[in-house]
């Protein structure tokens, strides 16, 4: 093959979460250069944040661990953590795009011994589980980090501490003068795979997120239920660690409601299912009680949906949560109208689990540089402009489609990069 | 089951404020929002359905689309900006026009294309009046500050009989004796359709004493304390509206009725009763301070409405304006009449004050038709809430 891309002919993947690694590797492995800048410390997005992923209900590592080693075997892909885009300029084929690197405060000499986090005397909230648990201010962001390097939150840290973290690391890897870095790249096109936030519940004001700690979000189960977890793996209450005997599951929580998310986040009626076997592992005799407007399990989800149906445990009520009234004794009551039955229903329960959609990054944080979105903030895929978008960037959608997405993204992006 | 949409119903609905009633996709968030709805009765998300599929028998005879004080909070809350609320004040414009008789003139008080004949009807018939009386002259200063308005009519000397009362009596009562027949006909048309919605046995019937003291008394009294109002969220504010409003009509109601005791029978033996009343006589300062707060309440009201439109919180819609305007027009009309009386300006003050005979005859007449009927309907829906869980409906050994 002869080299038609010249040296501007790279792609930009914005996103290092389960789209971005797929659709970098899928340009990369048929020959092109492949930037893949990542915002957190870590690449893996929030398929790592999750205990299980259906239907297969396999743990995370199952489809990233792969990837992260066809990423570390591949020289075409320069990977860049801690990093985010602040300006792109030029035209498709020829697009000039800053960078800028946040300090990490750890070089390349970390050997990810722990001996920092050891000494650190400071601790932080622990944003990988939602502020359920701390960490050290000098911490490795989860079990199973790519890369497996050590990150320092500055803020977090006292003097006694940085001295502490400093003296403790063998290797001269701590380095907290290390100011943020920006760099000019060029590609061809450029692929936002800039994922998915989970919609900020306390948004909805009648579900009252924040007035009792027995209501949690999805996402926070599966923290919870991961062995790697805040609780290692027990579902329990925050705040009084009471084992719940009932849960009830508010569906639609943000989702397919035009004063928040108005379109249906896709994911969240598998992602109940899914956590109702989570809770039977632990909890074979506990009453579960789901809320929703339409149980949406497209396709073959159908079978894992009949099947948790089944539960004699489990009951459906067809009618949505709007309103959760926290009780004293740290329970609360969810009330809905039963829409087939005419009733009105207070349900109390141990815990209450909002089924909050997904949001997409950009429009939780707003677009780094000015980009094509609709107006819920989804970008649109535009091939003449090499400006795509991969997996929830794109639309909200499951593993498998977010991965069909990005080999789409991906074979369009070198088409960009061939024809220039 | 068998559903036949009534297609007119839905079109009519569409163009009374019910335009995004489609949009439901039944969630129930309103039932549950709503501070008025009960664990029992649920409501408006069956409603919602109810209308969408122009179902009309089980909504004229539904006592929540009555109960329904439009509060918002549905609307607020509704993910799909389907408005509830306003459905609702839509069904309830239906079915006003539904229950009122006569149909023709129900029909004509139900759109705005019929609001130039609602305007023409009594207008011609007081100025036919007045012109048939040979009162159409405008006075002079003496008698303008003598007479006031009480010479309207002209004046003859038949000592038990005011010209000026046996003219407005003509027409006033007939126009008040209309609406209180159509406003029986229609209460009790709607009272025994929801005794058969609800399948009461009409074997068991309170006496009228146990009607009046168990069942309308209680809903009349939490009707003037406005607590249902109170427990609204959104539109909070209509109560602080609807309360002077209330009770500026309250304050009227007595005042007209002094009047026509002082004049037409005290008058007849104590002549010093008739003429315009001194400004401290404590009657007429209730009719001041019932003026203002009339104003005063109906002025809130229009904001309130105007701002929630231009939010695109609510739909503009002739059956909510026509009542507001109505009442404004009542109002200020009622009070220029006596500013230009003390001014000493005889000639607009006949003027506003023929205007303002037109505008409360037009209230009156109009009442079982337009939003105004609320007041019959909405009380009716609540006694009739109270009468469904008492032992005439519910037999207390069953449960």
């Known amino acids: 093959m002869t080299d038609e891309q010249g040296t501007s002919g790279a792609i930009l993947v914005v996103g290092g979460g389960i789209s971005g690694l797929t659709a970098a590797l899928e340009a990369a492995e048929v020959g092109n250069d492949v930037f893949l800048v990542e915002k957190n410390a870590y690449f893996g997005g929030r398929v790592a944040q ?16 792969i990837n992260f080693k066809r990423v ?35 070089n390349s000499n970390c050997t990810a011994c722990g001996d920092c986090a050891d000494a650190c005397p400071d601790e932080i909230d622990n944003e990988f589980n939602f502020g359920m648990n701390k960490s050290k201010a000098a911490y490795l962001p989860h079990e199973m980090a790519f890369p497996r390097r050590y990150v320092i939150n500055k803020d977090g840290l006292s003097e006694d501490g940085a001295a502490a973290v400093k003296a403790a690391c063998k290797y001269n890897a701590v380095d907290l003068d290390m100011a943020a870095d920006t760099k000019t790249i060029n590609v061809a096109s450029i692929i936002w795979a800039t994922g998915w936030t989970p919609y900020d519940p306390t948004k909805m004001d009648n579900l009252k997120f924040n007035e009792s700690d027995a209501i949690v979000t999805n996402m926070m189960i599966e923290r919870m239920a991961a062995p790697g977890g805040p609780t290692d793996g027990a579902i329990i209450r925050p705040g009084d660690n ?36 989570y809770i039977r592992e632990r909890y074979p005799e506990a009453k579960i009680y789901v809320f929703y407007i339409d149980l949406r ?31 004293s004794d740290g329970s609360v009551t969810v009330v809905a109208e039963n829409a087939v039955t005419g009733e009105k229903i207070k349900q109390k329960v141990d815990m209450a689990v909002l089924a909050t959609g997904m949001q997409t990054t950009i429009g939780a944080n707003g677009a780094p540089v000015t980009l094509d979105t609709d107006p819920s903030g989804f970008v649109n895929s535009n091939p003449e402009t090499g400006v795509l978008s991969a997996g929830c960037a794109c639309r909200a959608a499951d593993v498998v489609t977010s991965n069909q997405s990005a080999t789409a993204a991906a074979l369009k992006a070198i088409q960009v990069s061939r024809r220039s | 089951m068998d559903v036949q949409p009534d297609l007119d119903f839905i079109r009519y609905l569409k163009t009374a404020g019910g335009d995004t009633m489609k949009k439901c996709y039944q969630c129930a968030t309103c039932s549950v929002v709503c501070p008025l709805s009960s664990e029992d009765n649920p409501f408006p998300r069956q409603e919602m359905i109810w209308s969408g599929w122009g179902m009309k028998d089980k909504l004229v005879a539904d006592p929540n689309v009555f109960l329904c004080h439009q509060c918002g909070d549905c609307t607020a809350y509704c993910p799909r900006g389907a408005k509830p609320g306003d459905v609702l004040g839509a069904i309830r414009a239906y079915a006003y026009t539904a229950l009122g008789w ?28 007045w012109a048939i009386s040979g009162g159409m002259l405008i006075p002079g200063a003496e008698d303008f500050k003598v007479y006031g308005y009480q010479r309207f009519f002209g004046h003859w000397d038949f000592h038990w ?18 609406a209180i027949v159509a406003s029986y006909k229609g209460v009790t048309t709607m009272w025994a359709k929801m005794c058969e919605r609800e399948g009461v046995n009409t074997d068991f019937k309170p006496s009228m004493v146990q009607m009046a003291r168990d069942f309308v008394w209680p809903a009349v009294v939490e009707i003037v304390q406005h607590s249902r109002f109170r427990e609204c969220g959104t539109n909070r504010n209509r109560e602080t509206g609807h309360k002077p409003l209330m009770y500026a009509f309250g304050g009227l109601f007595i005042v007209t009725a002094w009047s026509a005791i002082a004049n037409d029978v005290l008058g007849l033996w104590i002549p010093s009763l008739h003429g315009p009343m001194s400004v401290w006589n404590p009657v007429k300062i209730l009719a001041n301070v019932s003026a203002v707060a009339m104003i005063v309440g109906i002025g809130i009201l229009w904001v309130n409405r105007s701002k929630s439109e231009a939010e695109d919180n609510i739909t503009p819609t002739f059956y909510d304006w026509f009542l507001i305007w109505e009442i404004m027009a009542v ?16 000639a607009p003050g006949y003027i506003i004050y023929f205007i303002h005979l037109v505008t409360v005859m037009m209230l009156f007449m109009y009442m079982p038709y337009t939003k105004f009927a609320h007041l019959i309907y909405r009380t009716t829906a609540m006694t009739f809430e109270r009468f469904r869980e008492s032992s005439f409906v519910k037999n207390p050994l069953d449960k």
């Open chain 1, 50 to 65: 999750l205990n299980q992923y259906f239907p297969k209900l396999c743990p995370p590592s199952c489809g990233l661990e």
């Open chain 1, 72 to 106: 570390k075997d591949n020289r075409r892909i320069r990977t860049y953590t801690m990093t985010s885009v602040t300006a792109v300029s030029g035209g498709p084929g020829n697009y000039a795009v800053t960078l800028e690197t946040a300090p990490r405060y750890v």
């Open chain 1, 242 to 277: 009471k084992e719940p005997e009932s849960f009830a599951f508010v569906q639609c929580a943000g989702s397919r409601d035009e004063n928040h998310l108005e379109y249906c986040s896709y994911i969240c009626c598998m992602a109940t299912f899914k956590q109702m076997t």
């Open chain 1, 297 to 327: 399990t497209p396709g073959k989800y159908e079978k894992f949906r009949e099947k948790l149906m089944q539960d004699e445990h489990s009951t459906f009520i067809k009618g949505k949560v709007a309103e959760i009234i926290p009780e």
């Open chain 2, 102 to 129: 006569p149909t023709g003139l129900a029909k004509l008080a139900s759109s705005a294309k019929g609001l130039p004949m609602l305007i023409a009807i009594p207008t011609v018939i007081i100025f036919v009046l």
């Open chain 2, 161 to 178: 009989l005011a010209k000026n009362v046996a003219f407005i009596d003509a027409f006033m009562l007939a126009a008040f004796g209309l």
């Open chain 2, 331 to 346: 109002a200020v009309t009622g009070l220029l009449a006596e500013i230009f009386r003390w001014a000493g300006l005889a």
